[in-house]
């Protein structure tokens, strides 16, 4: 194969990346794993409007899992308090309709990303730029240690010195996927009851550290092919 067509395959390789291991920590996350351990920390914050701990058990895998399956918004939209009341109201589950379409986005994307590097390492091999395709790999890795340690300073900051450094981050990130406030809520909200900030401060900060992992993997356990410069 040329030369800089195999260069620009590596590059594309380095890009698939981050989104190949950010998808993977997004679905580890997206497993009872993460809340069951997240609700169990001895520093999350109590619920001031009365859920207990049992109660974010009880009612948090609803949200999880209606962001994987295939369930419309009656899934969560039929679950109710003993007292017969609704669990979420009508804003929060338009919200969570959302944010299902964007988990599902970024699901594909990530299938898609560890298809096409399947594929780029088959024709790698078969096309004898197999060096250039680990290359791709080690740099990749690079890049993704690098957002990693950007993501974990906002968090690692806003958690231990201002909390308004991770609201801003929080809140741009938000901006990019749905419009005006229609993530905000009510603190009496179940959402905000079930899923306060210090969840989703921790969520970034595990993805970041599951994304660091992968790509200080990729980085630096990957031997340096002797057919090639060693250089990222």
């Known amino acids: 194969m040329k030369p800089n067509l195999t260069t620009i395959l590596s590059y594309l390789v380095s890009l698939l990346i981050p989104l190949a291991l950010i998808g993977t920590a997004l679905r580890i996350l997206l497993t009872p794993i993460f809340f069951n351990i997240e609700y169990r920390m001895p520093y999350f914050p109590a619920d001031e409007y009365g859920f207990t701990q049992q109660d974010r058990l009880q009612w948090a895998p609803f949200a999880v899992e209606y962001l994987v399956n295939s369930a419309d918004i009656s899934y969560l939209g039929d679950l109710k308090f003993e007292d017969g009341s609704p669990l979420y109201n ?3 589950l338009i919200h969570m309709a959302d944010v299902k379409n964007i988990v599902r986005g970024a699901l594909q994307a990530w ?3 560890l298809a096409i590097l399947v594929l780029l ?6 096309g004898n730029w197999m060096h ?10 690079l890049w993704m240690i690098g957002l990693s340690i950007a993501i974990g300073a906002i968090v690692g900051v806003g958690i231990a010195v201002n909390p308004d ?3 801003q981050f929080f809140t741009f990130f938000h901006s990019i996927f749905f419009e005006g406030d229609s993530w905000l809520f009510y603190f009496s909200d ?3 009851r079930l899923f306060p900030i210090r969840f989703w401060q921790d969520a970034f900060l595990w993805a970041a550290v599951l994304a660091l992992g992968g790509g200080a993997g990729l980085a630096f356990g990957l031997k340096p092919s002797s057919t090639t410069e060693q250089s990222v």
């Open 111 to 113: 299938y898609v990303s």
């Open 190 to 192: 179940t959402l905000i």
């Open 132 to 141: 250039e395709y680990m290359n791709g790999l080690r740099r990749g890795g």
């Open 165 to 167: 450094i991770f609201w």
């Open 121 to 126: 390492a088959v024709l790698a091999r078969r």
């Open 90 to 92: 009508e804003r929060e």
